[in-house]
């Protein structure tokens, strides 16, 4: 099982002239130790994309599709659970990167 797992990622801006998709079906998974760097031009999603992994997001962004699973469990599930930002299994991740 990989360590962090991010499937059909997807997150919506709705904004006055209507929603914008800054994050569009990102998948990508990484093993502990594995490095993985975003790279792309500016305002192309890639603090958008942290961000929405992190349940990090303020409005008027939000998280409209796809999975994150930390060590097997699903953050998106467990944040609508718990009603924290950050899931109690990556806290300690969210801190060292926020
Ligand atoms: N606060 C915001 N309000 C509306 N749209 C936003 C906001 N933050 C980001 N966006 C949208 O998300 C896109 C991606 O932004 P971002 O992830 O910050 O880009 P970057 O790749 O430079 O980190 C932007 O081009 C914009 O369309
Ligand atoms: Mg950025």
Known sequence: ???????GL????????GPVT???NVSFSLDAGEILGIVGESGSGKSV?????????????RVT???????????RAARRASGRRCAATASRWCSRTR
Request: net charge negative; charged share 20%; glycine share 10%.
């Open 65 to 75: 599709g796809g999975t994150v699973r930390f060590k097997g469990q699903d953050l």
């Open 10 to 17: 997807t997150t919506r801006f709705e904004l006055e002239h």
């Open 22 to 24: 800054a994050v569009d």
């Open 1 to 7: 099982m990989a360590l962090l797992e991010v499937n």
């Open 49 to 61: 994309t942290a961000f929405s992994l992190m349940n990090l997001l303020d409005a008027p962004g």
